[in-house]
């Protein structure tokens, strides 16, 4: 028996096997679980269908894996669409993971003072909006009890130079997860958002994970990065009943960067320790 035997969900955001979707899905499937997943739809007369292969490509080879299909979640229609293969193939679902953010590159590597109006709206919708919009209409395919996550990440909180608009995202995205944890909640449905740290995938890379990594395992109390592991085994223990007392929260994965009011041990790199001594 496994954590996730028995249990069935829908897995929005995997677009290879670097992604933190396919992290938290694999453990699902490890432990049990049976997924529906969604990839990027990709354009009909593009006969290398590279979205949709790349997401096959993670899924072949486990059983559980039970359908893929295509969402653009900018697209009401699509997600209904999405809603409906899953309710013909599960009736109802246990779990939920929606781990997707998207903004222009060139509105990620602009000030955040410079963001366009149209980089705006786009990451807002893609990256915000469509977590109520998902949420609604998975309404009716949502089991009572059930466990719904998203991915969020610390420049959300404060200021995270770089991460510019995607940070606004974050925040509002935070805050949409809360209403949607106390609107849910009668029926025991609960909302949650895991904040990790810097992970190489393709998002990662567009918002410039890899300094960020040095600067976490210079400053993290652990000193290290976390892994694709064990943000997998932790947003798995949140779209499970073993945390069924948990709701409306931002869990971090990050080696406690999140908890640092100073550089710490990073300081060591610029400031020699007999320096500090002297003074
Ligand atoms: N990588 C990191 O360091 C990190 C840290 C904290 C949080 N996160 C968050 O984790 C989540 C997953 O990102 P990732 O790092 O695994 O990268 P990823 O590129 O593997 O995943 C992003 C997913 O978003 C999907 N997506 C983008 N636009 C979409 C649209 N219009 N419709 C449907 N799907 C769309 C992509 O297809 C992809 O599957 C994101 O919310 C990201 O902000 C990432």
């Not at 559980?64 to 900018?74: E, H, M, N, S």
């Not at 300094?211 to 990065?225: I, K, Q």
């Not at 073993?242 to 400031?271: C, K, Q, W």
């Amino acid at each position: 028996m496994g954590l996730f035997s028995g249990k069935k969900g829908l897995v929005l955001g995997v677009a290879n096997d670097w992604s933190i979707g396919w992290a938290i899905s694999r453990f699902i499937l490890e432990q049990g679980g049976e997924i529906g997943f969604t990839h990027l739809p990709d354009k009909p007369d593009d006969d290398k269908q590279k979205n949709r292969r790349r997401v096959e490509k993670c899924i072949q080879g486990f059983p559980g894996a039970k359908f893929l299909v295509p969402l653009d979640v900018q697209d009401d229609q699509q997600i209904r669409d999405v809603m409906k293969t899953t309710a013909e193939h599960f009736g109802k679902i246990d779990f939920l993971l929606h781990s997707i953010a998207y903004a222009d590159r060139s509105d990620l590597q602009n000030e955040t003072i410079e963001t366009s109006r149209e980089g705006f709206k786009m990451a807002m919708d893609i990256s915000v909006y469509s977590l109520l919009a998902v949420c609604r209409e998975a309404r009716p395919v949502l089991n009572d009890h059930a466990s719904i996550l998203t991915m969020t990440y610390f420049g959300g909180e404060k200021i995270v130079p770089r991460y510019n608009v995607m940070g606004i995202c974050k925040a509002a995205l935070e805050a949409a997860m809360r209403y949607l944890a106390f609107e849910l909640g009668p029926r025991k449905i609960r909302v949650n958002a895991l904040s990790a740290g810097p992970i190489k995938t393709l998002a990662g890379s567009a918002a410039g994970v890899n300094d960020m990594m040095v600067l976490y395992e210079g400053m993290s109390p652990l000193g290290r990065n976390v892994t694709h592991d064990e943000v997998g085994r932790t947003g798995a223990f949140l779209l499970s009943d073993m945390s069924s007392g948990i709701t409306a929260e931002v869990l971090h994965i990050d080696g406690g960067y999140n908890a640092m009011g100073a550089p710490g041990r990073l300081l060591d790199h610029f400031v020699p320790k007999a320096a500090v001594a002297k003074a």
